[in-house]
């Protein structure tokens, strides 16, 4: 065991980071702040206990690390973060023999409280589509559609940002109004788009084809638009917008979950059409919307509709 405590942190977070990567199929941008997390709580145990090994971790740096990030007045969101980047890596270096089970345990109080999630009024994503759409000034001009169009599978698809850019051609059916999203854990999931959408978006796919794009959405020079190209896209579309407001991409998807609950769409649903592998975020987008999900599922129910 002596070799082991040699080891420093680094070598386990980025053991742990592969294997994220490789074995949970974790997104990348999941992964970069799953690492950036870590390598902070390396830092902490370094400076404040004097320790750069795993063997030394117990409950009591634990309690002190998520007591500095209340002290520093981090948000809930990010207490919440870090204490689950930190947990899944104890919990792997156990699972694979790193560390012995039972040194630590997790102090209880630390999850903090949710904050509610921004999302747009209906007048809001009508206007901004409305002004988006009306830039476009030329209709061989590829770029003002491609703006259009990611509004759109942002707004009325909830697909997250990774899941937008990542998109190909083939990925769009619109014959039947249907695209397939992968998701994280590069599982595959099929969302329907309004009809009142196909034109334009049949559009903008001929005019990808005179370009020869592999994926749906690209930048100028060609190549698949990165995360921050769809922000700075937002950005620049707000700039210009004569009614600023603030907009990041999750907030379309906060706004589609809440929407789509509170127009009567069902919790389990919203949960295939999201990618979410639990109700835990559904669920919360129901308290939001003020929808009960024991009476869904009661509707749902093979039990309760059998009527045995």
Not at 73 to 88: E, F, H, P, V, Y
Request: a positive charge; aromatic letters at 12%; glycine letters at 4%.
């Amino acid at each position: 065991m002596a070799e082991e405590e040699k080891k420093h942190f680094d070598i386990y977070i980025e053991l742990f980071c592969n294997y994220l990567r490789s074995v949970k199929s974790y997104s990348e941008n999941t992964i970069v702040n799953y690492r950036k997390d870590l390598l902070q709580f390396a830092e902490f145990c370094y400076k404040n206990w004097n320790i750069s090994t795993i063997s030394n971790i117990n409950t009591d740096i634990i309690r002190s690390y998520l007591s500095e990030l209340r002290l520093k007045r981090r948000m809930s969101s990010t207490i919440i973060r870090k204490r689950s980047a930190l947990s899944s890596f104890i919990r792997f270096l156990e699972q694979k023999g790193f560390m012995q089970k039972g040194l630590v345990s997790f102090p209880k109080g630390f999850r903090g409280e949710r904050k509610l999630p921004e999302s747009f009024t209906k007048n809001q994503i009508t206007n901004f589509l409305l002004f988006v759409k009306n830039q476009i000034k030329n209709d061989t001009n590829v770029f003002e559609y491609r703006d259009y169009v990611m509004i759109i599978f942002l707004s009325f698809c909830g697909v997250r940002a990774s899941e937008l850019i990542n998109m190909k051609k083939n990925h769009i059916d619109s014959q039947n109004c249907i695209i397939k999203v992968t998701g994280k854990g590069n599982k595959q999931r099929l969302v329907p788009f309004p009809d009142d959408f196909r034109k334009d978006i049949n559009c903008y796919i001929r005019l990808t084809q005179m370009n020869n794009w592999e994926f749906l959405f690209c930048n100028k020079s060609g190549k698949k638009l990165t995360r921050r190209g769809l922000f700075y896209i937002l950005v620049k579309k707000v700039e210009k917008y004569p009614d600023p407001v603030h907009m990041h991409p999750h907030k379309f998807r906060h706004t589609f979950s809440i929407t789509y609950l509170r127009s009567g769409g069902d919790v389990f649903t919203l949960q295939a059409l999201l990618g979410h592998g639990s109700l835990d975020m559904v669920r919360y987008y129901a308290q939001i919307a003020e929808v009960d999900i024991q009476q869904a599922h009661r509707r749902a129910s093979p039990d309760d509709n059998m009527h045995l």
